[in-house]
């Protein structure tokens, strides 16, 4: 449904128009001088008479301005139509009962209103019917009505005949104006139903972007609950092999049960570690999550006498989107991963911008790189490190951002990535990439 706040003034401007145009002829009717042998009749017995007359041109006026109004020319129902139709007629019929002599006087104006609203309220076949009508009774009534007002026969009379042919040609003019606008009013309200559904999709997408970080923190404990399957259950499960061996050469081997020990009490503190770890990243909440902090993190685990990081971080992460935050974690601590695991690099630079309207990512390294297009290195197929980047493909889509991998043989490889600020103000858009 439309809006009251649009408004379609085109229809009440033709109607001006009309009013306007067509006072010349009602003019000429009201005043004309007589012209002999007819002379001038006595149309007016009563001063009341042309205020009557005068009323009912004006009162179909005042309808239009109500149906303007109150319904801006929007009621469907044709009921409603041929009622308001009828209101702009009977002030009309009305003086034509009561003052029959009126009806040369008032032919010209009835005939431009139902011109109009024939256009305007019924459909196109049947408005040309009824247009076709039109014509046939205004022509007849030109060609056989005697007219009062008309001159007498000569060269007067040829001058009537013309203006003849200008109210026909005046009466089609109008019901084309009535026609088009009819036509353009359906598309303008289609257009406007359709930005109004629009809009409203725009905001649903919103509301399920903004949903994007409730998904992200779920995956990101599903993520976390494999960790302590994987990390965790290692560590315990080698405590225990580890405790058996001890159990095993306590008596044959005291020094080898010593040792056993150990290993056993280094990978229960491991494990210990892991579940802090997991513990803390689970109490973590939009408040407490510092990306900066969390980075450093990350880059603690590259062992500073083996690599050289060049670490750089710019910006602040208010008004940045949950989603966006684990998104950029996930990107460096992909890329510190497949470097510890797979680059021979002793190089990595890393930074983060957190702009204004997007986050620019990249972790690059100075190591053995690989041929994109041949399918080596992290890149082949049943690698780990592929599913981690297809993770990242997935992640960063999912908050409207563009991921990219470059790397060359030799030439180490580059992570980047752009995300915007706040994934749902750029839905229907798209994010213009360096």
Request: include cysteine; charge should be neutral.
């Amino acid at each position: 449904m439309v809006t009251k706040s649009f408004r379609d003034y085109t229809r009440l401007v033709i109607v001006t128009f009309i009013f306007t145009s067509n006072a010349l002829i009602f003019a000429r009717r009201l005043f004309a001088p007589g012209f002999p042998p007819h002379g001038k009749p006595e149309l007016f017995f009563d001063p009341l008479h042309p205020v009557l007359l005068s009323f009912a041109v004006f009162f179909w006026y005042l309808v239009e301005l109500f149906e303007f109004w109150k319904m801006n020319y929007n009621q469907e129902k044709r009921s409603v139509s041929i009622i308001l139709l009828l209101l702009r007629l009977v002030p009309f019929l009305l003086n034509v009962v009561f003052f029959p002599q009126y009806l040369e006087i008032l032919m010209p104006i009835l005939i431009v209103v139902m011109a109009f609203y024939s256009a305007v309220y019924f459909s196109p076949s049947v408005g040309v019917f009824l247009l076709l009508c039109i014509l046939a009774t205004q022509f007849f009534a030109d060609a056989r009505l005697i007219d009062t007002f008309r001159p007498p026969a000569g060269e007067m009379r040829q001058s009537e005949y013309l203006f003849s042919i200008y109210k026909l040609m005046n009466t089609l003019l109008i019901w084309l104006l009535g026609f088009f606008w009819k036509r353009d009013h359906h598309r303008w309200r289609q257009n406007q139903q359709l930005n109004l559904e629009l809009q409203k999709s725009q905001n649903q997408l919103r509301e399920y972007a903004e949903r994007v970080a409730d998904t992200v923190m779920l995956e990101e404990r599903t993520r976390l609950a494999r960790d302590i399957h994987d990390s965790v259950g290692h560590n315990l499960t080698a405590a225990t092999i580890q405790l058996s061996k001890s159990e095993g050469y306590f008596e044959k081997d005291p020094k080898v049960a010593r040792t056993a020990l150990i290993e056993a009490r280094n990978c229960i503190q491991a494990g210990i570690q892991d579940i802090r770890e997991v513990l803390s990243a689970l109490n973590t909440n939009r408040q407490e999550f510092d990306i900066f902090s969390q980075i450093h993190g990350l880059v603690e685990k590259l062992p500073s006498e083996q690599f050289k990081v060049e670490l750089d971080l710019q910006g602040e992460q208010k008004d940045y989107n949950m989603a966006v935050l684990y998104a950029i974690y996930r990107i460096v601590q992909e890329g510190i991963t497949n470097i510890l695991k797979h680059s021979g690099a002793d190089a990595v630079h890393i930074s983060v911008g957190l702009g204004a309207e997007s986050a620019q990512v990249n972790v690059e390294d100075n190591g053995q790189g690989f041929d994109m297009n041949a399918g080596q290195g992290p890149l082949r197929e049943n690698n780990t490190a592929a599913f981690g980047l297809q993770g990242l493909r997935d992640r960063i889509s999912l908050v409207r951002g563009e991921f990219y991998i470059h790397s060359q043989p030799d030439r180490g490889v580059r992570l980047e990535a752009k995300i915007p600020r706040q994934p749902a103000r750029v839905i229907g858009g798209k994010l213009n990439a360096r």
